[in-house]
């Protein structure tokens, strides 16, 4: 299986501009690459393929010598992307779908090159070796154990650099357990468990709100176009970058001790990006950020060989995990009644036994 670790680096000023200027001259390449394809495909029908772009590398790097300060391996992954977008753009356009067409890249749209198999390395003292770039220092707070693949550096909006290492290796196969749980995600409380467990909702951004407000009100009085404007950017970018990071901690966090303690793990399969069109709980539902959690929860059972069950959320807030009846519940209830054998039970407890007697019964162990 594949694995991605990813470390944070702090290059020196030298190698920043050094950094900085691999990521312009990949960006140029990425453009002309791209308007080479967009002009092909206008005049002649056809576009061009990979390794018809790869193979005027020689020729560019003569009339734009800067290019020849890139490895030229980071050079043949950006045409990778280029035919990766491609393929996407056309994939979508045969089966009935209107993409838009891939966009150009401007100076802050294109902060990452990657290397494919070699230019990089890992020193006994635990720095990262990049080719034409040197040694810097890198953050190295974990082993990586398996066959390092790629390897990607990245610049976040707040300035920070990271480099991420595609690692192969083995799964590690927790030992097995009987152990079996519904899960039912909600607003009022971030998941309720079949076992009557409640994970109570952090609510990052709403916590974070009234200092992202304020930063954002400093930025709107800056004059546009000034350096001012333009450095108070990454004020803003901080606190988000803050509200990330806490929240993906959180969601690791709780889908790491789910996947430790549970064998078979049922969920909703929820269309959240439907979800989010309601705006009175669109803020509110990004902010809980289901999507991320199932993702987490879903590549976490899957090294550790559980079972991870999606089952169609219709109703399992209706029906009555005792007899099955359904009756219509309005949102701001949150106590299920059962009108027919007189169950009285919380909410989202009732939902999640649903869920868990629906993931049971596709899976053929329940009724």
Known sequence: MRKTYKYRIYPTKKQVRQLNETLSECRWLYNHL????????????????????????????????TLKGVHSQVLQNVAVRIDLAMKSFFRRVKAGETPGFPRFRGADRYDSFTFPQSGFSITHDHRVRLC??????????????GSIKTCTVSRASTGKWYVCFSVECAPERLPVTPEQVGIDVGLKTFATLSTAEAIENPRFFRTEEKALAQVQHKHAKLAKGTSERRTHRKAVARVHER????????????????VDRFGVICVEDLHVNRMVHTHCLAK??????????????SCKAEEAGRVLVKVNPAYTTQDCSRC????AMPLGERTYRCPRCHLVLDRDHNASLNILALGLQSLGLGP
Not at 134 to 141: A, D, Q, T
Not at 245 to 250: K, P
Not at 324 to 327: M, Q, V
């Open 34 to 65: 791209l308007e080479m394809r967009k002009t092909t495909y206008e005049r002649e029908g056809k576009s061009l393929s990979l390794y018809q772009q790869q193979d005027t590398f020689s020729l560019l790097k003569e009339q734009r010598p």
């Open 132 to 145: 034409k770039i040197g040694s810097l220092k890198m953050v190295y707070h974990r082993p990586i154990t």
């Open 243 to 258: 509200i990330a990071f806490r929240r993906e901690n959180f969601i690791h966090q709780q889908s790491r001790q789910i």
């Open 284 to 297: 509110s539902i990004s902010d809980a950020a289901w999507s991320q959690f199932f993702d987490h929860l």
């Open 324 to 327: 099955h009846h359904r009756h």
